[in-house]
């Protein structure tokens, strides 16, 4: 089968703020103060910097298999091409599955925080839903650039806001704004720093491992940049400095400014007033400071959407042209845009968002699962990087030689990051397993159950097996 090419229309800026963009979402804006609650200020700085070391490793050992190999619909491309096509089948089909799920929740999200402001009540939330995906789908319909330049700019108002988030929480630590300073006393008070102590760091672990979910879209881009031997390493170097300034600096300023004792750091009932953000700036004295942090969460789930739609259409596009989906998902357009994969995403989108009108308390049990099948996903994508780097070994070539960039302190990151999983899949049942709950436990691992079963049938019935380190393709570095 003919191998159709893409565009390369994003830029290297578009790359960049992409990789930003992926990082920075409702989990950092609303659930935030959730995780210092329950964990303490220090507990919380420990989860997230644990959680930022591993997805580091994990976008290096992506940033090297991308550079190498840039392809679209990144998962599966590198699973088909390192591991087997059965690893290849199941990654690119969860990870379909995934994205479909979450672009629907944040078309959701972005209808129910319409509902803040009272004009917007005259239409049904499911009205609401179907314009957002409308827009969603014009942005991705016409070209990848308008993709490219819509994700630039709502990136660009999430990463302002947390800079001027950053400044004025340090100004208010210090004193120089908001009257007395503030200092680290929050640090000290009660159990602090480390409230409920390994069980707390424990129980939100998990919460801000979820927190990252989408950091890893960047990949996806690499088949329709426009320099990905440029780009893509680029990006993948600011992963460390944006965890660090966005994730760390934020919940270091929070954790300062609001005590963990204080109740509204839970935010039961996701209420945008109690966003630690908001709280924040309404200390700083910002009028209107509600609004404006539920204007930047609608740009933020709306961009995480956006991301979404992208990504499956992308994947569908892949898995067609690798003979593991129907062929006419592997057609373009007159714009080099995979539309008909774009369509049918759309219409199972529209499919789930039905779905959850009706039947709210079995979507939620699906949305559960999202969680798990992502872990499942990076699995896959660093085993992909270890057989890479194996092949390059067994066949007697040079790393320096072949690849463009060379993920750091391989073969330490590869380990960092499955150990971390492993922890993770264990870590969200540990309650439940604790309480021996064995029903919630199954619950739990039912995504990595089923998707052994998909890999393990796809193999039976297609008769693949594991390429040999040998025969793994080092040749051709694109599609």
């Known amino acids: 089968m003919e191998k159709k090419q893409m565009d390369r229309d994003l830029k290297t800026r578009h790359i960049s703020m992409i990789a930003i963009g992926g990082s920075i979402g409702t989990g950092l804006f609303m659930a935030s103060g959730a995780v210092i609650s329950q964990a303490g200020p220090g507990g919380a700085i420990v989860a997230y910097a644990i959680i930022g070391i591993m997805i580091y490793f994990l976008m290096t050992a992506l940033g090297e298999l991308a550079t190498f190999y840039p392809v679209s619909g990144a998962f599966n491309a590198y699973a088909s091409r390192f591991i087997d096509p059965a690893a290849g089948f199941t990654v690119g089909w969860l990870y379909w599955i995934i994205w479909s799920l979450v672009t629907s929740v944040d078309i959701l999200t972005a209808s129910q925080v319409l509902s803040y402001w009272k004009i917007f009540g005259g239409l049904h939330p499911f009205i609401w839903c179907l314009i957002f995906l409308a827009l969603l789908f014009a942005l991705n319909a016409f070209s990848v650039k308008s993709f490219g330049e819509a994700e630039y700019w709502f990136s660009i108002i999430k990463v302002t806001t947390i800079i001027i988030f ?3 929480g340090l100004l208010l630590i210090f004193g120089i704004i908001g009257g007395e300073p503030i200092g680290f006393k929050n640090f000290t008070i009660g159990d602090a720093p480390f409230h409920n ?4 760091l424990l129980g939100v672990l998990v919460v801000a491992g979820f927190s990252f979910g989408g950091t890893e ?4 881009t690499a088949g329709e940049s426009e320099n990905p031997q440029e780009s893509m390493p680029k990006a993948i170097k600011q992963v460390f400095w944006r965890i660090l300034l966005f994730y760390i600096g934020s919940i270091f300023i929070i954790a300062c400014i609001i005590p963990y004792t204080d109740p509204r750091l839970l935010n039961q009932n996701s209420d945008v007033a ?6 924040i700036f309404e200390k700083v004295g910002i009028l209107f400071a509600a609004s404006v942090m539920n204007t930047i969460i609608l740009t933020a789930v709306l961009s995480a959407g956006n991301s979404g739609l992208y990504a499956t259409s992308r994947l569908l596009f892949s898995l067609s042209q690798d003979g593991k989906a129907p062929r006419f998902l592997g057609n373009l357009n007159k714009n080099k845009m995979p539309f008909n994969a774009l369509l049918v995403t759309t219409a199972f989108i529209i499919i789930i968002l039905i779905y959850a009108n009706i039947n709210m ?6 949305l559960s699962m999202v969680g798990s099948l992502v872990l499942i996903v990076w699995s896959i994508s660093i085993i992909s990087h270890i057989r890479l780097r194996q092949a390059i070994k067994a066949q ?9 960039f060379k993920a750091p302190l391989y073969p330490v990151g590869p380990i960092i990051v499955l150990i971390t999983i492993a922890f993770l899949m264990i870590g969200q049942s540990f309650a439940d397993i604790q309480a021996m709950n064995w029903v919630k436990v199954f619950e739990s691992f039912l995504p990595l159950i089923i998707a052994l079963a998909v890999y393990f049938s796809y193999k039976v019935i297609r008769k693949v097996n594991v390429i040999p380190a040998q025969k793994i393709n080092l040749d051709e570095h694109q599609l």
Do not use: C, N
């Open 166 to 168: 950053l400044i004025m």
């Open 197 to 200: 102590g390994i069980l707390g």
């Open 217 to 220: 879209v960047v990949a996806v």
């Open 274 to 279: 109690m966003s630690p953000f908001t709280i």
């Open 361 to 366: 308390g079995g979507y939620g049990k699906l």
């Open 396 to 404: 007697g070539k040079s790393v320096d030689q072949l690849l463009p």
